[in-house]
């Protein structure tokens, strides 16, 4: 065995053991696909949401915003939110400028087309300015919002 099918074996014995670290790598792994895990997006997402960080529930978001599914998406990035992982207000803010921004029909027409094509989908959402009590008060065209240095980060294989 190489190095590598070494980690990929390891990482799953840690994730089977209950590591959340190590969902999210399994996740992440089948997510993306990789010699060693076939990719498959329902495999991916039930690893991905064993996992209890953040970054975990953030990564389960973006697939089902990459899916059409913004109703489910909004409820990943909320439990994100509670678990302390930071910009996911803002987050939420632009997903919902992007759903009253466009219509039902074409967001259905959105989830095929794109699919796997994340960054398309992101290209369309806005950066919102919101208030103390929740409400947007300015959409403009913008970025996600960058991680501040030194925080902690997840990684992947």
Known sequence: RTALEEAVAHFRAAAAGGSSLCHYNVGVLHLRGHPFAVKDEALALRWLERAST????????AVHVDAGRLDDAERWLRRAERAGLEGMTSEIARLRAFRASTS???RSRLAPQNAGHKEHVQRELRTATVGPSGEVRE??????????RGSQTAHTV
């Open 104 to 106: 039902p029909a074409a």
């Open 139 to 148: 959409i403009g065209k913008g970025r996600r919002p960058r991680r501040p």
């Open 54 to 61: 953040g970054e975990a529930m953030h990564a389960v978001a």
